[in-house]
């Protein structure tokens, strides 16, 4: 079979249909992927386990939940006619409408028809004379295609906290990354929210509103930044259309975490307290993630850190009356910034109801979920519905849960046992034709994904182009390009002061995952340079093979 001219239809061998591309998930990655792809004429199956698109934006559903990115930012760049026509109604659009954001985008490019919904991909495995995979469908079905895109999102696994009792409990028992789709009614409810992760922050005021009484159970606190979500005006929107060539080019080339935003000329002990104390003022009541940019040195400097520690630590003192639940909520074991902050509307203040209460358990860990009670070693906490606001196996954990097969039999689960390995984040040696959207070894989950997902789609399908153009069948990630990109990734990390959280950045919230700094902390700016000059330079570091002959691109 060739690569070089479009292919579809029986793969008798195989028993299945034969594609160009397999694509895992229907996501923003994935939905963009195939765009893409169908641009350079290939046939392309996207098999996606929801029965609609979207990806994370269908699957976490719970109460208040949002996008921490401005919507005029967290979205498509790549049709200047799509982001030009749609609306977005407020700073920070709620879920249903990202959703609806993406369903329109699906329709507007003709996705539908190439996408296969409710079908989950268990195994991959590739076959090394033929240089293509086959790939194995949750409804029994097997297609063979010469590439697989896994599109499968960075935080899509949730994860079920292990905690004893939890079959028993009588009540509804929700995770907020896996939400109903019908509506979910709190009202009369006494309620439980686990977790104080930017899900527990997010929902916990909405909860409370309807709930009769809720019960928050914190392990950790978190530093969360006010949203100050507010509805966009037309002139607003209009305003920021404008200027999108720019904003668009500077999140891109310029910046580390692929947001537009006023960058930091000066460390935060460059300033007097004074000073100091005006910038933090002025990026609260701004709101938002960028909050983290008043100052250079913030995620580098443990005692530039600490300032905009205590800042934020005083303003919570502010907020919450009760001065015991105030200092529980004041985060102490991490520096601000090295767990991914969170970005909310009025988390705090939910705190001065008087129908919220705060359950420390870092001192009274919970013992047991009883049928209509959460027990901790202080107490009972009588409850009718469970929320799990307790996260996901970021990163590798939807990756992890398909059968990858490489060369010699090896699954990608025996290769990254102690750690996920990637060259650019892209391609794991041993597992040709295999592409990671947004996969560990990127700034994927540090940055803008939108950005950090259309830096990946246009690379990879570069890539695809020059393989067809030149005849080649398979390529793959040379071992010694991707030891030194894992060491590299590993040392950039630990420049900065972010392995000093026990994050799912590292793997810490998944009891035995292997603790490496997972995402790419370079920057997307420099990291997309990375990636085009390794393009510019025939793709060095992995190997391209034809047909007849091989070629070696050695990395430098
Ligand atoms: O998950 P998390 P999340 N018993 O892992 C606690 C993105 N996101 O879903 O810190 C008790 O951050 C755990 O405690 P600890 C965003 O990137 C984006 O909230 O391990 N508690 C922690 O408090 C985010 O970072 C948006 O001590 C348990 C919480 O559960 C990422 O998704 C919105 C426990 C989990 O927090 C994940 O956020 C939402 C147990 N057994 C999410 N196990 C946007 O706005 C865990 N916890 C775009």
Not at 193 to 212: D, F, M, N, Y
Not at 398 to 410: E, P
Not at 500 to 523: C, E, L, R
Request: proline share 5%; hydrophobic share 35%.
């Amino acid at each position: 079979m060739s690569a070089l001219q479009p292919i579809s239809g029986k793969d008798h061998a195989a028993g299945g249909e034969t594609y160009d591309v397999v694509v895992v998930g229907a996501g923003f990655a994935g939905m963009y992927m195939l765009h893409k792809l169908r641009g350079l004429g290939l046939t392309v199956r996207v098999y996606e386990q929801g029965d609609g698109v979207g990806g994370t934006w269908y699957w976490n559903r719970y109460p208040g939940a949002r996008c921490d990115v401005e919507s005029m930012q967290y979205s498509y760049s790549f049709s200047d006619e799509l982001q030009q026509e749609w609306d977005w109604s407020e700073r920070y659009a709620p879920q249903p409408e990202i959703l609806k954001y993406a369903n329109h985008v699906a329709d507007r490019f003709k996705l539908r028809p190439d996408i296969a919904l409710n079908t989950r991909i268990d195994q991959a495995t590739f076959d090394e004379t033929a240089n293509t995979w086959r790939v194995t469908t949750s409804d029994g079905n097997t297609v063979t295609a010469k590439y697989v895109v896994l599109a499968t999102g960075c935080l899509s696994n949730a994860r079920m906290p292990d905690i004893k009792g939890l079959s028993g409990f009588k009540g509804k028992v929700y995770h907020t990354g896996h939400w109903p789709h019908e509506p979910v009614e709190f009202t009369g409810l006494r309620v439980a929210v686990i977790g104080t992760g930017s899900s527990g922050i997010q929902s916990v005021p909405v909860i409370a509103e309807q709930a009769s009484h809720l019960t928050v159970f914190q392990r950790t606190a978190n530093f969360s930044i006010p949203a100050h979500n507010a509805p966009l005006s037309q002139e607003e929107r209009e305003a920021f259309r404008a200027k999108y060539p720019e904003v668009r080019r500077f999140a891109r080339e310029e910046t580390r975490n692929g947001i537009y935003t006023e960058m930091p000329d000066r460390g935060a002990l460059d300033d007097g307290d004074n000073e100091r104390r005006t910038r933090y003022e002025s990026r609260w009541a701004y709101g938002g993630l960028t909050f983290m940019a008043v100052y250079n040195d913030l995620a580098l400097n443990k005692a530039a850190n600490d300032t905009a520690s205590d800042f934020v630590r005083e303003k919570i003192a502010e907020i919450v009356k009760d001065p015991q639940t105030a200092k529980l909520l004041q985060p102490n074991n991490h520096p601000i910034g090295t767990k991914r902050i969170c970005v909310d509307t009025d988390y705090f203040a939910t705190f001065n109801r008087p129908n919220v209460t705060l359950v420390d358990i870092r001192s009274n860990p919970i013992e047991e979920i009883l049928p209509n009670a959460v027990r901790t070693a202080a107490r009972d906490y009588e409850v009718d519905a469970l929320v799990l606001a307790t996260g996901f196996d970021a990163m590798t954990g939807s990756v992890a849960k398909i059968d990858i097969r490489g060369r010699n039999g090896q699954t990608l689960n025996q290769k990254w046992a102690e750690g996920p390995k990637t060259y650019l984040g892209v391609m794991s040696a041993g597992f040709p034709n295999l592409f990671i959207i947004t996969g560990p070894g990127s700034p994927s989950v540090l940055s803008n994904m939108m950005v950090s997902i259309e830096q990946h789609v246009d690379w990879i399908t570069d890539c695809i182009a020059h393989m067809r153009d030149r005849g080649f069948e398979a390529m793959e990630a040379e071992k010694q390009a991707e030891e030194s990109w894992v060491a590299h990734v590993n040392e950039v990390a630990h420049t900065t002061l972010y392995p000093q959280a026990n994050s799912w950045y590292m793997g810490a919230n998944i009891p035995g995952k292997p603790q490496i700094f997972m995402p790419y902390i370079g920057g997307v700016g420099v990291y997309r340079q990375i990636c085009n000059n390794v393009a510019a330079k025939g793709y060095e570091g992995f190997v391209m093979t034809a047909v007849e002959q091989p070629q070696k691109i050695a990395a430098s």
